[in-house]
């Protein structure tokens, strides 16, 4: 799949559609429509078929796509065929529910090894793990191998975190700092902003409101504010 | 505002300046260049001052936008202006990271409440609140009057909960369940799947490695496989 670059958007609807594929295996449901992963996925069925059409053909007319041999093809092209170890950096509140997120598992993506650089937490078991020193990093991961990382610590301490990450190997980085990474070109970072989702549902939600009591206010005759 | 919808890719990037522009007021720092806020937003400067030409005249040529004046209006903007109050549902380890989160004061977003509806929880302090039966959501929060809820419960419990947030006025949910919630046109949803952006990530990183693999065996000699 090298140099057949799959475009970022793709590769997130890939991952949304894995999530129902896994939902339906778990719920023993052999085949789906591209009707129904539209109704389980939020995206229309159009743009799901397009989506797989750039990989080969799927689906049987009449019978729709096989729940089994779809997870298989998306599996193959997102690399979660084989299990993908992952380091969490952050011992923290955050962390502690990353760590015991029931749903890794289904991904083929397992929390290996556990960082912090607070003392008091460095050899504590935490979930089914025991706290490590950050600044044991590389060595750890010179024998786990994994490419992914979260970094769950506060926004101060994340660029240096991200920097012991790259030198150790890891090449994919989920953040959850509210803060920018620099890393080299070929280190991806996805940012998870929790203020910044909060902050456009707050435009929205207000601006709703207002649309709101606009429209009551004009079918009560007055003017709109 | 209201009439002139802002696009959401500009919302979001409008919530990273204003990251940006609150750590540089706490940072004792009154003006930034568009250059500056390029190096810290990873937006570049001029995408920043095309987004800030959609509201108005900004900045003095030479010395750069004032910190305050900018926070002051992109707080507008957003509805980030006055304190807004969030619902939290889901008292588990999630909910714990979200309520201890030290960073939503500064973007004068509060947890006004809490709920479970794990009867060992309800009662139970929460962070500085008490945790609520989310059968009683509605009630609570007619006295609250929050717009905004964040969803950390899991993916079953997910759009029972959006049903009942809908029902108590709620108008924009941040979701962390790996499930599409159906809520009516007037409600907003942000999802947090860190099942896709570590999917995503997957993709990436092994890409990353096997191109590099491949270079390294193109630059030796061999053929790259």
Do not use: W
């Not at 449901?29 to 797989?52: C, M, N, P, V």
């Not at 490419?147 to 926004?155: G, T």
């Not at 890393?183 to 929205?204: D, F, G, K, T």
């Amino acid at each position: 799949m090298t140099g057949t670059r799959v475009p970022t958007p793709t590769l997130e609807r890939l991952a949304i559609y894995l999530r129902v594929l896994l939902d339906a295996q778990e719920a023993g449901i052999q085949t789906l429509s591209s009707q129904e992963i539209e109704e389980h996925s939020g995206i229309s069925a159009a743009q799901f078929r397009k989506d797989l059409s750039y990989f080969g053909e799927f689906g049987k007319p009449g019978v729709g796509y096989s729940v089994p041999d779809l997870i298989q093809c998306i599996e193959r092209i997102l690399h979660l065929d084989e299990e993908q170890p992952v380091l969490l950096v952050g011992a923290g509140n955050l962390g502690a529910a990353l760590v015991n997120y029931p749903n890794f598992k289904a991904h083929r993506l397992r929390i290996a090894a556990v960082f912090d650089n607070n003392y008091v937490k460095i050899g504590r078991p935490f979930g089914d793990l025991v706290i490590e020193d950050i600044a044991r990093v590389k060595e750890v991961n010179a024998k786990i191998g994994a490419r992914l990382a979260i970094i769950a610590v506060p926004a101060h301490a994340a660029q240096e975190v991200a920097d012991m990450l790259v030198e150790a190997g890891i090449t994919g980085i989920l953040n959850f700092a509210p803060t920018v990474l620099r890393v080299p070109p070929h280190v991806h970072v996805r940012n998870v902003s929790i203020l910044q989702e909060l902050a456009v549902l707050s435009y929205h939600a207000v601006e709703q409101s207002v649309a709101y009591a606009d429209g009551q206010a004009t079918r009560g005759g007055k003017d709109g504010v």
